[in-house]
């Protein structure tokens, strides 16, 4: 089974441009109940992800006050490199590749850069065992 | 973030950018218009001075004082007669001019004739404000409110620029500390700096005692020349000074207002720091130490 097949299409996650504050980011994840955003430029390209615990240990290291920290841009406090997998990859190798990471999210990028869905563990793991038939 | 460079200037006067490694740009003249002979004559006396000096700069006087602490102070010259007023300071001196405006309506006509409109820190945060100040498609002067936080004035950068303007000058004209007393937070200018835009130091009204003396406001000027030496060696675009021939007749801010004949001394030491300061950068390289990663 492939990616394309399971991941979440865009309007399912937050996907944010470049410009979004922090705290935006924040109420974006809050609304899709997923830990994780996708920022990106004005072609869709993966500029980078912001995650649950990319601000937690932000929180352990940032010395601003909440109120300067929260108008900071996302894109400031994200994961410019992160994993990615491509549209046409396996479950397996996704999962394999979540666990190596120790991740629960997978941005899926075409080759070109342009993010066009975003794997997340658990729908993956129903698809492999067979749940949802 | 890279830094923007806006420039000022349209027409048949002087262009002036400020921002990124460029000169330090001067920004001063009277508080308010007190008169067209007097703008003219104190245009041509900083005029001088920046000549000597090398040094681009923009004249600024005011049309209205919309934040005069009692309602006898001096209010203005009006929209009409105040932009005739710097139309020829235009005309006269080729210089950019700048001017604030506290009422959105007042907008299209600053627009028309400043190069540079100010929006007054007081209404730094108003939306129609702002609105109004982007739509003029001048660069807009943003002075920081006493009450905000350096890093709260990016709400109102991005109101400038989803109105569509992204020419943009914040100033630290300094912060509350509790009632009547203003303090520089050196900090607020690579904090604003952060926008991408370039920063400039209001030096004059950053030694204001605001409405301390019950119906006006005092001021410490002796102070002037540390607070500059301190933010052009911080690291600054653009120095904001108001000036006068006679500070203690000025109608407007006469006890924070520069006696002009210590203007060449200020520039001249501001100058200096500036230059030092890019050296450093050139030496030493951009400052990182610590930055949040």
Same mark, same amino acid.
């Not at chain 2, 049309?63 to 209010?75: A, G, L, N, V």
């Given at each position: 089974m492939r990616v394309s097949e399971i991941m979440l299409k865009p309007e399912k996650f937050p996907v944010l441009?470049?410009?979004?504050?922090l705290k935006e980011a924040l109420e974006a994840m809050g609304r899709s109940n997923l830990g994780i955003a996708c920022i990106v430029d004005e072609r869709s390209h993966l500029l980078g992800i912001l995650t649950d615990g990319d601000i937690r240990r932000k929180l352990l290291k940032v010395q601003k006050p909440f109120s300067a920290f929260f108008v900071d841009d996302a894109l400031v406090h994200s994961i410019r490199t992160p994993a990615t997998i491509r549209p046409s990859s396996t479950l397996i190798e996704s999962i394999e590749l979540m666990g190596k990471k120790q991740i629960w999210d997978l941005p899926v990028v075409e080759e070109s850069g342009k993010l066009v869905g975003l794997l997340h563990l658990h729908p993956a793991i129903r698809a492999v065992l067979g749940m949802d038939r | 973030m890279d830094p923007k460079i806006i420039n000022v200037g349209y027409g048949k006067v002087a262009k002036v950018p400020i921002g990124g490694r460029l000169p330090l740009v001067f920004i001063g003249g009277p508080?308010?218009?007190?008169?067209r002979d007097h703008a003219l004559m104190m245009a041509e006396r900083i005029g001088k001075i920046c000549r000597k000096l090398e040094m681009p700069w923009i004249y600024k006087s005011c049309? &209205? $004082? &919309?934040?005069? !602490? !009692?309602? &006898? !102070?001096?209010? +203005?010259? +009006?929209v009409d007669r105040g932009l005739s007023v710097l139309s020829a300071v235009r005309d006269e001196f080729g210089v950019p001019v700048v001017s604030d405006f !506290? &009422?959105?309506?007042?907008g299209p006509a600053t627009g028309e004739v400043c190069d540079l409109v100010q929006v007054p820190a007081y209404l730094c945060r108003q939306t129609s404000m702002l609105r109004a100040a982007a739509q003029t498609g001048r660069p807009v002067h943003l002075k920081k409110g006493q009450f905000m936080s350096p890093w709260n004035m990016k709400n109102s950068v991005r109101k400038i620029e989803a109105a569509g303007n992204d020419q943009v000058l914040l100033a630290d004209r300094g912060t509350f500390l509790g009632y009547n007393m203003l303090v520089n937070d050196m900090r607020s200018f690579p904090i604003m700096m952060e926008t991408g835009y370039p920063v400039c130091f209001d030096a004059t009204h950053s030694i204001q005692l605001p409405t301390s003396m019950g119906n006006i406001s005092g001021g410490q000027r002796e102070y002037i020349p540390y607070l500059v030496r301190a933010a052009a060696a911080c690291g600054i675009n653009a120095l904001f000074m108001e000036v006068h021939d006679d500070p203690d007749n000025a109608l407007s801010d006469a006890n924070t207002v520069?006696?002009? $004949?210590y203007l060449e001394n200020i520039l001249g030491q501001a100058k200096v720091a500036h230059q030092m300061r890019l050296g450093l950068l050139e030496k030493y390289g951009e400052d990182n130490v610590h930055l949040e990663k």
């Open positions: 441009p470049a410009r979004t504050l | 508080c308010a218009i007190e008169s049309y &209205d $004082k &919309d934040c005069r !602490s !009692s309602p &006898d !102070s001096f209010h +203005g010259m +009006g !506290s &009422d959105p309506s007042w520069l006696d002009i $004949k």
